[in-house]
C-alpha cells in the first residue's frame, strides 16, 4: 500500500512539470519561407501533413518512368511481378533536409528542387495544409492554393514554441536495436504521443520515462529515476501502434507494437546529424553489377587468342528498379513486420537471395535480410546501366556493389 502511494506522487510530479515551452533544439525543425501568390513572404517552423523534423521523409510520386522510352512496347521484355510491357512509375522519397525548394505548378503537381538545383516533377496530394510558426510564436495555416513556393533553410538560433519534446532513444526489436529520433504512429501512420496510461486519466508522456519494457496485452514495465515500476498499473494507449524510429543517416524502421521488447530514452547530445546542413550531396548512383550466369570472353594472349566463360559484370552509373537514381533516394523491404526505409547513399551492397528475399550490406557493417517489398524481391524491376543503356532483369543479378 506505501508502495502504491509512492507512485501515485511520483505520478502526479511527473504530470505536472511535463510541459514545455521551447522545443529543446530549433536546429532539428523544418525552418524556412513561403512566398504567397500575393508576394508576400512568412519565415518561420514549418509543418507539412504533420512532419516537423528535417530527418522526416518526404513522399510523393514520380509522374512517369523517365527509363521506359528506351524499351519495346512489343511485350519481348517483361517487368516486375505483372509482367507489364512497361517499367512501373514508382514514388519519388528523399528527407526534408535534402530539398532546397517546393513549388506548385499544376492542381496536382509539385516541383522539388533538391540541393544540387536539379528539379524534379512529382504527383501531390494538396488537401493538406501547411502550418508556419512565425518567430513571435503565432501561427498561420496555409492552402497550397495559396502558395508561390517553398523554401527551406537553417533555422536561426531560435526554438519552435510548443512543439512536443525531441525523443532521443534506442528501441530494441524481435529483429535488432535501433537508435534514432522516435516517434510514435497509429494504424494510418499518422503522428501520436507515445504515452503511457494509469487508469482513465492520467497519461505519462515517454520523454519522462528513462526505459520501458513490453509485457502482454500491451502492458508495460515503465523505469523513472531508477524507480521500476510494475506491469499492473501501466498500459499503452490503443492509438500507438507502431514506433518509427529515424536514423541519423541510414533511413527509418517502422516497428509494429507486438515486436517491440524495450525502448530505452537518450539524451539529446547523444544524437547527431538530421538538421538542413548536415545532408549529403545529392549524386547519381555508381556501381558495379555481377551477374549470376556465365558469358563467354574473348582473352587475347600473345601468339593465340582464347575464350574463357567467367561471370559478367557491368560498372557505372545505373538506376536501381528501373527508378531511383540518386543516393539521397529511398527503397523499403521488411522482415517480421518490421518495416525498413534505407537511403541508398548508406548502403554497400545488395544481394538478392530469392523470389522474395534479399541480402542488405551496409556501409556501416550492418547486414540486413529483407524482403516483401518492390525494391528487394521478385516484382524489382531490374536495372538499367546507364551509360551504356544495358538492361538488366533481376533474376540475373548476383550482387550490386554501389561505389561512393
Known sequence: MKMKIKYTVLLALILTFSSTVFAEDGKFYIYGKCTLVENTELEGFISIKGDKLWISQFISTKLDNPYAKLFPTDGSIRFGENRNYLPATHSFICRYNDIKQLRPIAKDRLEITIKNNRSIDVEYNFENTITIQLPDGTTKILNWET???LSFMQAPQINPRNYPKLKIGS???TQGIYFGVIQGLNYSNQIVPIQITQGPDE?????????????????VNITIDNILLNADNFRVKKSLTKIRVNLSTMGSIDVPWERIKSIKRSDLNEFQGATYESSIEPKRLNGEVKLNYKQNKVIVKPNEVDVEAVYATHIGPLAYDLDEALNIEFIEGRNDGIIYRLM?????SIEPKNYNYSLIHMKNGSKLSLGADHDVSFKNDGILMLNTKSYIPWRYIDIIHFND
Open 344 to 348: 541508398l547513399d548508406g548502403i554497400k
Open 171 to 173: 528501441v530494441e526489436s
Open 147 to 149: 502558395i508561390a513556393k
Open 203 to 219: 497519461n505519462i508522456d515517454f520523454s519522462e520515462i528513462d526505459k520501458l519494457e513490453c509485457n502482454k496485452d500491451r502492458q
